[in-house]
């Protein structure tokens, strides 16, 4: 770029100087010395920083002061003005801002949103679960119509009173667990027993029954299952009904409630 720019100097002096030119007396040696110096710092400069409106800048004011040293009707002050003609056409040309075209952003942008939809895609798909609940067996602490967010990698074994996700017979159920692996469950007049201890359920505010239909009480859960019933103890599907769950069976522990109803 910079070597064409000195061309096009060389083709501009032969056109519009040397035929005016006549033979006069050179500038002084020292004043042709000095311009010549500067000249020479001019050109490094613009090479130098010829990518940087920095550089172009500097030579700019290298040019301006060798005007000051050169005799203003020879040759060196004409090539002098081109060149601070060419460097501050250059300076311009650097200054001026960079676009991106908008077809880029928009492509960015749709990256972006397509790289978050999968993320949530992948989490609920192999890490979380969701349920809509639809009955009322968990009332008051889950209610009918609520979103259910359950944690699938918690089947190594649950704790009493965790609240876990599992299928019955094809419907999705949410359930308390009252009982692990190896506790004796038993449901008496005085209410649910583990263990021969009546169980103090504060939060529940229906009597504990048994089913004529149901499971034979009492009952040791076997290794690897666990014993759920719902909150609501009236007329209720749980494991009065079809016995200890199997952990593998079940499909997560409950993390959080997103609450919906009425919406």
């Known amino acids: 770029m910079f070597i064409k720019t000195l061309q096009q100097l060389d ?135 609520d979103l259910v967010i359950f944690y699938r990698y918690t089947k190594s074994g649950y704790l009493p009173q965790d609240v876990i996700a599992l299928d019955y017979n094809g419907k999705r159920q949410v359930r308390r667990v009252v009982a692990t692996a190896g506790d004796e469950v038993d449901i008496t007049d005085e209410g649910l027993m583990i263990n021969g201890a009546v169980q ?16 034979s009480f009492p009952l040791t859960v076997p290794e690897g299952e666990v014993f759920v019933l719902g909150d609501s103890r009236t007329g209720i599907t749980d494991s009065r009904i079809y016995g200890s769950v199997r952990i593998e069976d079940t499909l997560g522990k409950v993390m959080t409630v997103i609450r919906r109803r009425g919406i």
Not at 58 to 65: I, R, Y
């Open 11 to 145: 083709e501009e002096f032969q056109a519009e100087y040397m035929p005016n030119y006549v033979a006069t007396s050179a500038a002084k040696n020292a004043a042709t010395n000095a311009a010549d110096g500067a000249a020479t710092d001019a050109a490094t400069y613009a090479a130098s920083f010829q990518e940087a409106s920095s550089g172009a800048a500097a030579g700019v004011t290298a040019v301006a002061s060798a005007e000051a040293y050169a005799d203003k009707t020879g040759p060196i002050y004409w090539l002098l003005r081109k060149i601070k003609r060419v460097l501050n056409t250059r300076t311009v040309i650097d200054s001026a801002p960079v676009t991106q075209p908008v077809w880029k952003d928009i492509s960015l942008l749709f990256l972006k949103i397509a790289s978050i939809i999968l993320v949530f895609v992948l989490l609920f798909t192999f890490l979380f679960g969701i349920v809509r609940f639809q009955e009322p067996s968990m009332d008051p602490a889950i209610k009918d119509g």
């Open 200 to 215: 103090q359920e504060p939060s529940i505010f229906q009597q504990t029954e048994r089913y004529q239909e149901g499971v």
